[in-house]
T-cell receptor, first 111, second 114 residues
Framework: QKEVEQDPGPLSVPEGAIVSLNCTYS??????FMWYRQYSRKGPELLMY????GNKEDGRFTAQVDKSSKYISLFIRDSQPSDSATYLC???????????FGSGTKLNVKP | DADVTQTPRNRITKTGKRIMLECSQT?????MYWYRQDPGLGLQLIYY???????NKGEISDGYSVSRQAQAKFSLSLESAIPNQTALYFC?????????????FGEGSRLTVL
């Protein structure tokens, strides 16, 4: 079983839609939960991170962590064509700066 | 200029050839990583280094080796390339004291082994 599972998509939505991206994981020791955004032919860039359970909001983006269910989500409100990218979840432990990535979900926001 | 620079950006080679991918960074970070990205598999850790004298194997180190020449330089070698090493390779850095353990990635090196 992979440490982190993520639906690869692709996910296609109209501009303005609310997007929900999700990952599940198996290791209960994970404490850092991150979302990276990767544009075509570019390296991933950190979008948001959360520590332990709860919600974190940054503009149109909300990251949610449910440690009891081992489930994390990223919500994008009022999605824009510029949000079209691959979104990778990643997670790791506090004591060890090593991260486990999901396979990435490709998102296409149509104008 | 990019904070994390990878060379070459693209390389086509033949089976059995030795290949080196180089990474240099200007972020002043101690920690450097090499990842491989394949469609549907996400990013897999090949090797990582927490300082110049520290080298550690990741999930998929077989067939690869690394050298940490300086704090700012971390190179990945394929001693005898094979076709299933065709992939997109990323170098990344992180700050040991940074919160959230953010990784800073280069733009990738696309390797094709024929």
């Amino acid at each position: 079983q992979k440490e982190v599972e993520q639906d690869p998509g692709p996910l296609s939505v109209p501009e303005g839609a609310i997007v929900s991206l999700n990952c599940t994981y198996s290791n209960s020791a994970f404490q850092y939960f991150m979302w990276y955004r990767q544009y075509s032919r570019k390296g991933p860039e950190l979008l948001m991170y959360t520590y332990s359970s709860g919600n974190k909001e940054d503009g149109r983006f909300t990251a949610q962590v449910d440690k009891s269910s081992k489930y994390i989500s990223l919500f994008i409100r009022d999605s824009q064509p510029s949000d079209s990218a691959t979104y990778l979840c990643a997670m790791g432990r506090v004591s060890f700066n090593k991260f486990y990535f999901g396979s990435g979900t490709k998102l296409n926001v149509k104008p | 200029d990019a904070d994390v620079t990878q060379t070459p950006r693209n390389r086509i080679t033949k089976t059995g050839k030795r290949i080196m991918l180089e990474c240099s960074q200007t972020k002043g970070h101690d920690r450097m990583y090499w990842y491989r990205q394949d469609p549907g598999l996400g990013l897999q850790l090949i090797y990582y280094s927490f300082d110049v004298k520290d080298i550690n194997k990741g999930e998929i180190s077989d067939g690869y080796s690394v050298s940490r020449q300086a704090q700012a330089k971390f190179s990945l070698s394929l001693e005898s390339a094979i076709p299933n090493q065709t992939a997109l390779y990323f170098c990344a850095t992180s700050d040991a004291g940074g919160e959230g353990g953010e990784l800073f990635f280069g733009e990738g090196s696309r390797l094709t082994v024929l």
